[in-house]
């Protein structure tokens, strides 16, 4: 029984230790790879805000039209012009359909990865990893990613520096680390599933879902909510990805924030939403990887 126990510990680390970042740091000396450089003054953008907008927005409002049978309840809210904007879309997508006939016309829907294939011309979900012993991994599994392409988001409930996170932390390797201190918890399990489902809960306006809880389930509406699943680079696999902090701005469309996988675990809305997306350093094929740097340095 004690070998058993010990054994199970063991694959327990060899998992835990691609994401646990006192291990990291003890090893850069052998693992310089695994640095995330950021320039000073806290600027780690690779790509504009409005770059990472345009592509959310892109996403999620494919998603939108793709679902547009279920959203009947959501679009009698929205004001003329947003419904002609959809009617616009719509009719670039499925010429000849008129937006209150697409809900019955629409008998198969394209799964979210399709969408995000013919949106952004690549698709990622998870698999086994390519790593030994390391679990989970995000791999591109159709199409080409290109250098500067969001790939990823990093799901999961947000946490300020002051709020309370010691429970859910507790044996938690899902645990992101902004460079203000902010923390965002991306376990889908236990008590941080339950955290997050709470909030989502709350936070919803009539029809209007104000983030996305499906990343908690086998059936993900925003296919790009598996960022805390790719894992840290190694000597051998460097880094194709890296991680970028973006704030949602006020302006986002209400409509489209039931794709966003991220909610705030207060209920204060002085502070804008924060997201952690994943960027490609490079092209990326369909078949690789994605692999990010975890350890920060500020330069």
Known sequence: MPGRLLRGLWQRWRRYKYRFVPWIALNLNHNPRTLRYVPEESKDKVISDEDVLGTLLKVFQALFINDLNKQSDILTMLPETVKSNYHDLLSVQHPRVKLLEHRHQQQNNFKPEEILYKTLGFSVARATSSLISAGKGVFVTRGLVPKGAVVSMYPGTVYQKYEPIFFQSIGNPFIFRCLDGVLIDGNDKGISKVVYRSC??????????????????????????????????????????????????AVFPIELKQYLPNIAYSCDKQSPLRCVILVALRDIKQGEELFSNYYTIVS
């Open 200 to 249: 989502n809960g709350r936070d919803r306006l009539g029809p209007f879902k104000m983030s996305d809880s499906t990343w908690l389930t086998s059936e993900i509406c925003n296919p790009l909510a598996v960022g805390q699943y790719v894992n840290n680079c190694s000597n051998d696999r460097a880094a194709n990805v890296c991680y970028q902090e973006f704030d949602v701005p």
